[in-house]
Structures are given as structure tokens and as C-alpha cells.
């Protein structure tokens, strides 16, 4: 038992006893406290009764001091109550009556199925009592009936973007009935990583350069099944759906088939109930906005963000950084040799979240985009010698990486910036997904391949394999043969993988994996042929699987030697290394005689 505002619980003489539905009572007692009025409440619990309760006594004109809330399957809480204007209820048989036809009423309700669940393996900084509490305050989810969804949204007018809620346009309209869709999914987004989190099944992490998302306003309301009610709530307002549906931008993070199928993949998996997350690249400016003058068509930048972007949520804990440049060094560290890469440019990744709602499902994944910051925001020595320019050419070059998608690579310039992009969101990534294992498999490697997979949508993200093992090797100490092995695992996932239902019942579905084709050939040992990635229950776990967009070589992206050594000198040394190995173990295929 919890004790809420200092005070310890003690005997109660009743007063008042009102039986309200099986097994419910209200004791109202005004003798035991000197200062207020103790009232205790036992009963089935039921979803939002806390707030409920504690709503309608400040209706009555009380004021809830303190609560102390009960253990066990049953409702009992106890609460300390005075009026607004001071001293104990003097109408006890008025509050008795509110709060019978209450308790009736949300007992009646009860089997609606609108209350979130509960994890046994989530934990308050408080510990037991605090996680108890919080669960306690946000055990429902959001109400959709027209009048909670017009509060949602003059709420965020008024007290997010801090205009009146008397006036305001259709754009501040779109961006407040956005966020407060948004607010919905983030309900269920936390209830989906907390629940995945908790069963720990094989995720799968989509990797691609382009995410062509479209408008999320529309998808979101069908998704969630809210149409309805938002296109009377709005009107009631004075606002029509479809023209403040027309204020949206597109999300400028694709140009085509590859960017529109990554995110088709997203919104499947999110239907499906996979357990899924996708990794790209946050764009300032986009690919181009285009303009006809004169009959010729002229590009010009895709401004998309300059009025931000309700739906993402800004993780500033989330910064990795990111290294390009510099040599290798060499160092013995207890007798085994380690290779330190000694970067000349370090630069930051910063985290930004899309929560990706499934259809006909409270399964809520996650897109995650980065945005490249500088290491070093701002130069003072520099800015104080009078050398402006340079004081903030560290946060430009940092900021170029993810200003434009696809940028020219005609140029050895051009081409050396896409390379950057390429590596700096998959470094991002990988370390963003170890880190996720780490926390949840301390010490143990040897199931990674059981719970990770990367899927890599074309040639743009396939610098990851040699990213994973440099950091395998270099960040966390592991010998080739052991990266190796985890980079090419083939280790069978024991009931991996795992569904979220309608109702949040906990139903596994066993070695989930997504379905695509694997690039590659050959039948080697350990390897899957060209074609045979349509997972089956009993198949292999491997942690790299590739979308295959067109077999034309003049498609397939070459990099010079001479750019990779100098941009990222210890992936070539990986690469080198690999490719050795690999070589050795053909002649003993074909010359094994």
C-alpha cells in the first residue's frame, strides 16, 4: 500500500455505506481526520476511475488532498477530501449519490475495451509505486467522441502553438488537429515498444535512402478510425477536413518507386503486427519542388520544414556521432592487436521519430530519420579573431549531409557526399540498433542474429556490413571470426518473433522475417541461393537481407577506390580484408583437390 501527500492510512468509523454494483462500496467518514473528510472506495477495478473519481469531486467543489491507493486485483483507494472554501463535506449524502451513479457507470462501461495494457516489465524511476501511479493516471487511451477531440485541439492552439482559440487559420488548424492525432499515436506507439520490448522477439530494421510518405493527415484519420468524428468535430468548429487537409506539405524524403515501396513495407508491417522500425535520412530541403516558366521546367528547393513537422518527435538524447576522414592507427591492448580509427571530420546524428499506425490494429512502429549536426556547434576562438566565416563553417559542412536528397554526383564532390550520406544514416543505425541489443542482452552475442535483421532496400545502405563489423570489432572488442560469424549468422531464431492483436492479447508468432528477395547468388555452405528469402518457420536467421531494385550494372552504384580510402579508411581496410578471405576460400573450393 502507497501512501500519496504524507499521509499514513488509518481505521476508518463509517459514517455512510452505499452498495454501488457487486462487491462495490463508498464509506464517507467525517470523524477520524480533524481536518478532512475520508472517503474509500473499493470495488473492480475499472479503467480511468482514478481521474474519474477525483473529476467529480472537484464538480462537487472539493478538493482532493491526498491518496492513498490500495495493492491487489480489487479498487480500493482512499481519498482526503475538504471543500474548495475549507472544512469537511457537510452534504454527505450528495456526494454519496455522485459518486453511486459514477461507479455504476463506469462499471457498466468497463467491457468497452478501451483501457491500455499493463507490462510487468515496466519500471518508474520510484520503482513499484511510482510505475503503479503512473499506470494508474494513464491506464485509458484518449477518448474519439467529437467533444474530447475539439478540446484535444483547442487545447494545442492555445497551449502548444500559443494562439487564441478564437482565432486562428486553416494552416494553425491543420497543425493542431495534427498534433493532437499525433498525441494518439504516441499512446500507442509506447504501448507497441513497451510491449515488444518486454516480449523481445527478431526485429526488423528497414534501411533506406528514400521514405516517400505523402501526406500524413488523411492516412492517419483512416488508420485510426477517426474520420468520422474529426470531420464533425472540425466542422462544428468551423473548419472543413478536406481543405485544412490541403495545408499539409508532402514529407519531401523519396523521389519514386524505391522511396514509395520502403514506405508501403512500413505501413504493412505496421498492419501486419510485425516488429519493425524504419532508418533513413531526415531532409531539410528534399529532392525539388518544380515550377514551369515558359513551357521549361525549373527546380528549385523543396522548403518542406519551414513550418516544422507536427508528426515527428525531436529525440535530442538520441546523438551518435559519426566519423569520416583521418588513418588508422595501430595498438596491442593485452596482447591482441586493435585498430583505432582516428577520424579527421566527427559529426552528429540526431534522432527524429515518425510513429507509423497500422490499420485496423493498435500496432504503432517507428521511422526514425536522422539530421547531421556538428560536433563542434560554433568556433569562439575563431569568431573572436574576427574570422566569421569559419566560425561556422564546421556546422555547414555538418548540416550539408542532410540538406538534399540525391545530390549531383556528376562531381567528384558530388559523389563524395553521397557516400557521406550513405555512411553517416547507416552508422547512425547500426549503432542506434547495437545499442538496443546491449540494453536488452548484456554480454551476450551470440544471439544477435536471433533478434536483429537488417533489411537494406537497394545498394544505398549496403556499406552496413562492413559498418557492423567496425563496430563490432573496434567499439565492443570482438575478434574477426566472432564479427564475422554475427555479420553471416545462420543461427535458427528460437519462437523470434512476435504480433500485437487488435486487443492487445499476447499472442507470439513464431520467426517472424520479412519477405523479399535476397540479392546474391551461389549455394554456398550457409548462404541462401538467389530467390530462396521467403522465410519459412523453420529457416535460417540471417542479419543482412537485400532488396534487389534492378540487375542492369550501370545501375548499381561504383565508388572509387581512392574516394573510399580517403573517406572512410578502416571500412577499406574491413573490405580488403574481406574480400582476401573470401578469395582464399574459393581456390580451396576449386583447387580443395
Not at 45 to 63: C, F, H, M, N, Y
Not at 292 to 305: A, K, M, R, T, V
Not at 391 to 402: D, G, N, P, V, Y
Request: proline share 4%.
Amino acid at each position: 500500500m502507497r501512501v500519496s501527500g504524507g499521509r499514513q492510512r488509518r481505521s476508518v468509523q463509517v459514517n455512510a455505506v452505499a452498495e454501488v454494483a457487486p462487491a462495490a462500496k463508498i464509506i464517507i467518514d467525517n470523524i477520524t481526520d480533524s481536518k478532512f473528510t475520508v472517503i474509500e472506495i473499493e470495488g473492480p477495478k475499472v479503467p480511468g476511475l482514478l481521474q474519474s473519481i477525483s473529476a467529480t469531486l472537484r464538480d462537487l467543489g472539493l478538493e482532493v488532498k491526498a491518496v492513498v491507493e490500495g495493492e491487489g486485483a480489487t479498487y480500493h483507494d482512499t481519498f482526503f477530501v475538504q471543500k474548495t472554501s475549507g472544512g469537511k463535506i457537510t452534504d454527505e449524502e450528495e456526494v454519496k449519490t455522485a459518486l453511486e451513479v459514477l461507479l455504476r457507470a463506469k462499471t457498466a462501461m468497463r467491457l468497452i475495451g478501451n483501457s491500455r495494457p499493463q507490462f510487468s516489465s515496466a519500471g518508474g524511476r520510484g520503482g513499484a509505486d511510482s510505475t503503479a501511479r503512473m499506470s494508474t493516471l494513464m491506464d485509458t487511451y484518449m477518448k474519439n467522441d467529437v467533444l474530447s477531440i475539439q478540446e484535444g485541439i483547442v487545447n494545442h492552439v492555445e497551449y502548444t502553438m500559443a494562439r487564441s482559440r478564437y482565432k486562428f487559420d486553416e494552416f494553425e488548424a491543420y497543425q493542431a488537429t495534427s498534433l493532437s492525432l499525433r498525441d494518439r499515436l504516441i499512446e500507442r506507439w509506447n504501448d507497441t515498444q513497451t510491449f515488444i520490448k518486454e516480449k523481445d522477439p527478431k526485429r526488423v530494421y528497414y534501411l533506406s535512402m528514400e521514405f516517400l510518405m505523402g501526406r500524413s493527415l488523411l492516412n492517419t484519420l483512416y488508420n485510426l478510425d477517426v474520420h468520422t468524428p474529426y470531420t464533425e468535430a472540425l466542422a462544428e468548429l468551423g473548419y472543413n477536413l478536406e481543405a485544412i487537409a490541403e495545408k499539409e506539405r508532402d514529407a519531401a524524403l523519396g523521389n519514386g518507386g524505391l522511396g514509395r515501396l520502403a514506405s508501403c513495407f512500413l505501413d504493412s508491417m505496421a498492419t501486419l503486427n510485425l516488429p519493425a522500425w524504419g532508418y533513413g535520412i531526415r531532409y531539410s530541403y528534399g529532392m525539388f519542388r518544380q515550377s514551369i516558366i515558359n513551357g521549361f521546367q525549373h527546380e528549385q528547393p523543396d522548403y518542406w520544414l519551414n513550418f516544422g513537422n507536427p508528426w515527428e518527435i525531436e529525440r535530442l538524447i538520441v546523438q551518435y556521432p559519426i566519423k569520416f576522414y583521418g588513418h588508422v592507427s595501430v595498438a596491442n591492448e593485452n596482447g591482441k592487436q586493435v585498430f583505432k580509427w582516428n577520424a579527421g571530420e566527427v559529426v552528429t546524428a540526431v534522432a527524429y521519430d515518425n510513429p507509423i499506425p497500422g490499420f485496423g490494429t493498435r500496432n504503432c512502429i517507428n521511422l526514425r530519420l536522422w539530421a547531421a549536426k556538428p560536433a563542434k556547434e560554433f568556433d569562439l576562438e575563431a569568431f573572436n579573431t574576427g574570422d566569421y566565416v569559419t566560425a561556422i563553417l564546421s556546422k555547414q559542412r555538418a548540416e550539408t549531409l542532410s540538406s538534399v536528397l540525391y545530390p549531383d554526383d556528376r562531381t567528384y564532390e558530388g559523389k563524395e557526399l553521397r557516400l557521406k550520406q550513405q555512411h553517416f544514416f547507416v552508422s547512425a543505425t547500426i549503432q542506434d540498433v547495437v545499442r538496443r541489443y546491449v540494453e536488452g542482452h548484456p554480454g551476450d552475442w551470440n544471439h544477435f542474429a536471433d533478434k536483429v535483421a537488417f533489411q537494406l532496400n537497394d545498394t544505398h545502405p549496403t556499406i552496413a556490413v562492413a559498418e557492423l563489423m567496425r563496430q563490432l570489432m573496434d567499439d565492443h572488442k570482438l575478434g574477426w571470426t566472432k564479427s564475422m560469424q554475427i555479420c553471416n549468422s545462420a543461427g535458427v531464431a528460437e519462437g523470434s518473433g512476435v504480433a500485437l492483436t487488435r486487443n492487445w492479447i499476447d499472442e507470439a508468432i513464431s520467426n517472424t522475417c520479412v519477405r523479399t528477395r535476397v540479392g546474391g547468388g551461389g549455394s554456398a555452405p550457409g548462404r541462401p541461393s538467389h530467390g530462396d528469402a521467403l522465410c519459412a518457420p523453420s529457416a535460417a536467421s540471417v542479419v543482412f537481407a537485400f532488396t534487389n531494385h534492378t540487375v542492369l550494372p550501370e545501375a548499381l552504384e561504383k565508388w572509387p577506390i581512392s574516394l573510399m580510402e580517403k573517406l572512410l579508411p578502416r571500412h577499406m581496410q574491413i573490405i580488403y580484408d574481406i574480400n582476401y578471405r573470401f578469395l582464399t576460400q574459393v581456390c580451396g573450393w576449386v583447387w580443395s583437390d
